[in-house]
């Protein structure tokens, strides 16, 4: 069992930036694929960005130019740098996990079993 815990989300104006955090607890020894997802009112959880056990990232075409994913492993905490955020990015974004052996990073929210509870942002324009 792992445990996923978000932070970081905050209301900014269009242009801003966020860093949002995600801290990995319990059993985290394996071989443990991360990502992060969002997810508006009414529209289904959309992957953003993922990274696997070797550092390898994918990263959604419509955030690339804008959106980092990279990680501590001292301390066990992947990381979202959001830059230049737009109102559409708007969401509530979920860290998620899965211990898999996948030949790529994936952002489909059904591959991964554990997630977190999610931390809120607002970008107003």
Same mark, same amino acid.
């Given at each position: *069992?792992?445990?996923? =815990?978000?932070s $970081?989300?905050g209301?900014?104006?269009?242009? #801003?930036?966020?860093?949002? /955090?995600?801290v990995?607890?319990?059993?985290?020894?394996?071989?443990?694929?991360?990502?992060?997802f969002r997810? *508006?009112?009414?529209n =289904?959880?959309? $992957?953003?960005?993922?990274?696997?056990p070797? #550092?390898?990232?994918?990263? /959604?075409?419509?955030?690339k130019?804008?959106?980092?994913?990279?990680?501590?492993?001292?301390?066990?905490?992947?990381?979202?740098?959001?830059?230049?955020l737009?109102?559409?990015?708007?969401?509530?974004?979920?860290?998620?996990?899965?211990?898999?052996?996948?030949?790529?990073?994936?952002?489909?929210?059904?591959?991964?079993?554990?997630?977190?509870?999610?931390?809120?942002?607002?970008?107003?324009?």
């Amino acid at each position: *069992q792992i445990l996923l =815990e978000e932070s $970081g989300g905050g209301s900014v104006q269009a242009g #801003g930036s966020l860093r949002l /955090a995600c801290v990995a607890s319990g059993y985290t020894t394996g071989h443990y694929y991360y990502a992060w997802f969002r997810q *508006q009112p009414g529209n =289904e959880r959309e $992957g953003v960005a993922a990274m696997a056990p070797d #550092g390898t990232t994918a990263v /959604a075409d419509s955030v690339k130019d804008r959106f980092t994913i990279f990680k501590d492993t001292t301390q066990n905490t992947l990381y979202l740098q959001l830059n230049d955020l737009q109102p559409e990015d708007t969401a509530l974004y979920f860290c998620a996990s899965a211990l898999a052996w996948w030949l790529r990073p994936k952002l489909s929210a059904s591959d991964y079993r554990f997630w977190g509870q999610g931390t809120q942002v607002t970008v107003s324009s």
